[in-house]
């Protein structure tokens, strides 16, 4: 179904109130999925590429620092240059970068190579996820949690999809495999090119004041407001830089420490993944309910104990934590985000970047360092390290309250 149909109905003369729009909020959820699947072809194939290339844990650590950091930087930028000038079908053309990138990859012969693939896939990340944030955004109709949520979903659903995939379609059979990956980018810029169409349409309708939509002022003192959100990227330093030891280098941790096939270790890793993605969809419209501090609060320092034990328990308890920890640690993300875009109100797409962009930042940063300490330790002690990150959860004491009534 072409999905500009879904605002048909609102091409009236009267001003009217937007509705959520539920077939534009899982079509974009969806193509987040193809775009964050193909992303975590790059992190799947690291035991593939570090036996390929004889790489040290460094050289993975500066790949996706490269990745993260191409995908982090521009995003601001991206999404304060949209806020003022929307850009519809850059959707389209972020996911161009990323199947270049990805066709790149599939032949890549030395370790430079290796970087510029991924820099193409970064650059990809960084103009697709300001604009995705803000159709989720638009298509929310004021239950921003749950769009943000939904939207989240997709793309973690994709991050837990690809390992899976990887080890079924590129372990067995060697890098130039990857190249398949390149046909869910083709299926994503047909949906994207519907979503263009959705979005162009709807930003028509709301310069001619056809669509009403609410933007209220926050009552907080600009220093109030710098303070939060200091506060909400130092959380995201937190989650993220916990999540980097979880993505870049648990399928070696579970190698090195039970001796696990790479096909057994991906599906450990797939099943944290998945447990992120249903973290998740719980966050956001729990946020919506009871209020996003609360959920911060529990996503964030409530994984702690968790991760504070990982380091000390077997295989059957190392999985059974992993999931819980994916739940806990997931459901903040969302709530942070809508957190922050309701804190600077008609700044979508610069607080999308911003956060996304600082996010994939403090994955590559983590990435490497956590990298750099394994070639200089153990494998294990990173883990033992990085277990004590979600007790910075502890600041979001210093949020302010700013719970409100969600349209139900």
Not at 37 to 48: A, D, E, F, K
Request: charged residues 10%.
């Amino acid at each position: 179904m072409n999905i500009s149909s879904a605002t048909a109905s609102q091409t009236i003369n009267a001003p009217i109130v937007q509705k959520t729009v539920y077939s534009v909020l899982f079509s974009i959820a969806f193509a987040h999925l193809l775009n964050d699947l193909m992303q975590s072809v790059i992190p799947s194939t690291y035991p593939i590429l570090k036996e390929n290339f004889n790489l040290s844990f460094t050289q993975i650590g500066l790949i996706t620092f490269v990745f993260q950091l191409t995908a982090s930087i521009l995003q601001p930028f991206i999404g304060f240059y949209t806020d003022k000038y929307p850009k519809p079908y850059s959707l389209v053309i972020a996911m161009l970068f990323t199947i270049t990138g990805l066709g790149f990859l599939s032949i890549s012969t030395s370790f430079w190579m290796l970087l510029v693939s991924v820099a193409f896939v970064g650059i990809g990340s960084s103009i697709f996820h300001p604009e995705a944030s803000r159709v989720a955004y638009l298509g929310s109709g004021g239950k921003r949690g749950l769009a943000q949520s939904i939207f989240q979903l997709g793309g973690n659903s994709g991050s837990a999809i690809g390992p899976l995939l990887v080890a079924l379609v590129v372990a067995p059979y060697g890098q130039s495999n990857i190249i398949w990956f390149v046909i869910g980018g083709i299926l994503g810029i047909i949906i994207l090119s519907q979503i263009a169409l959705w979005y162009q349409n709807h930003l028509n309708l709301r310069a001619a004041k056809k669509i009403v939509t609410e933007e209220d002022a926050v009552p907080l003192s600009k220093r109030k407001i710098n303070i939060a959100l200091a506060v909400l990227l130092l959380l995201i330093f937190s989650k993220f830089f916990y999540m980097a030891s979880m993505s870049s280098y648990f399928t070696f941790y579970l190698m090195h420490k039970f001796g696990l096939t790479i096909q057994e270790s991906q599906f450990h890793l797939f099943l944290f993944l998945a447990s992120v993605a249903a973290g998740t969809l719980i966050g956001g419209p729990l946020g919506d309910r009871f209020g996003r501090k609360y959920i911060i609060w529990i996503s964030i320092l409530g994984a702690a104990p968790f991760t504070l034990l990982l380091p000390y328990a077997d295989l059957f308890w190392t999985g059974v934590l992993s999931v819980i920890i994916g739940i806990v640690i997931a459901s903040a993300f969302s709530a942070i985000l809508v957190f922050a875009q309701e804190l600077m109100p008609g700044k979508v797409g610069m607080i999308s970047g911003l956060f996304f962009g600082f996010a994939f930042g403090m994955g590559g940063l983590g990435s490497a360092i956590l990298g750099y300490v394994a070639d200089q330790t153990s494998i294990e002690y990173v883990y033992k390290l990085s277990s004590f990150l979600p007790l910075i959860g502890v600041f979001t004491y210093f949020l302010p309250n700013m719970k409100k009534n969600i349209p139900s």
